[in-house]
T-cell receptor
Framework: GQQLNQSPQSMFIQEGEDVSMNCTSS?????WLWYKQDPGEGPVLLIA?????ELTSNGRLTAQFGITRKDSFLNISASIPSDVGIYFC???????????FGQGTRLTINP | GAVVSQHPSRVICKSGTSVKIECRSL??????MFWYRQFPKQSLMLMAT?????????EQGVEKDKFLINHASLTLSTLTVTSAHPEDSSFYIC????????????FGNGTRLTVT
């Protein structure tokens, strides 16, 4: 099935560093969502973006909906150990309904 | 708190048996629920869209007779894996939306199915 191109696939950083990851698509999406998944659990919604150019923050997380509607990025500032996990971007054409997922970015933090 | 509840969280069954997984929306009515499958170290792949009161819509390559979906009420969808085989072992996750445009999708905690 269709997937978004998410990069990087994995990141190894020091605690306190900032993190940036992004997703691109050849197709336009009307909604971009960012999720975090811990091992053995379902994805948890971090940020939802509904308008091209929209920049939204959630604590130390900031995400933007690209102006072309074909990309989005997620930044995490001052990383802490609980940020470890897999981050997925997801896009939708119809509200926040049927989602297409990126391949995920696995974040590992060295204390 | 969790808005989508999935049960069971973990199930082990013998090859050839059937397994039912439940997905409930806890504090809202979900006219549409989605079922995903996730293999180890991979992303989530949509299997089917579950519509309350009507037949599910399956993605290409997903066998509808093997993965039976029933969405009998606005708060419950079930996925039954029939005649399970070891290759069906995976992490199955449901999601639901309140149906209002732009209401974000929330996911259940997943069901780890192991077929021996």
């Amino acid at each position: 099935g269709q997937q978004l191109n998410q990069s990087p696939q994995s990141m190894f950083i020091q605690e306190g560093e900032d993190v940036s990851m992004n997703c691109t698509s050849s197709s336009i999406f009307n909604t971009w969502l960012w999720y975090k998944q811990d091992p053995g659990e379902g994805p948890v919604l971090l940020i939802a973006l509904y308008k091209a150019g929209e920049l939204t923050s959630n604590g130390r997380l900031t995400a933007q909906f690209g102006i072309t509607r074909k990309d989005s990025f997620l930044n995490i500032s001052a990383s802490i150990p609980s940020d470890v996990g897999i981050y997925f971007c997801a896009g939708s054409l119809s509200g926040a309904q049927k989602l297409v997922f990126g391949q995920g970015t696995r974040l590992t933090i060295n204390p | 708190g969790a808005v989508v509840s999935q049960h069971p969280s973990r199930v082990i069954c013998k090859s050839g048996t059937s397994v039912k997984i439940e997905c409930r929306s806890l504090d809202f009515q979900a006219t549409t629920m989605f079922w995903y499958r996730q293999f180890p170290k991979q992303s989530l792949m949509l299997m089917a869209t579950s519509n309350e009161g009507s037949k599910a819509t399956y993605e290409q390559g997903v066998e509808k007779d093997k993965f039976l979906i029933n969405h009998a009420s606005l708060t419950l969808s079930t996925l039954t894996v029939t005649s399970a085989h070891p290759e069906d072992s995976s992490f199955y996750i449901c999601s639901a939306s309140g149906g209002v445009y732009n209401s974000p999708l929330h996911f259940g905690n997943g069901t780890r199915l192991t077929v021996t």
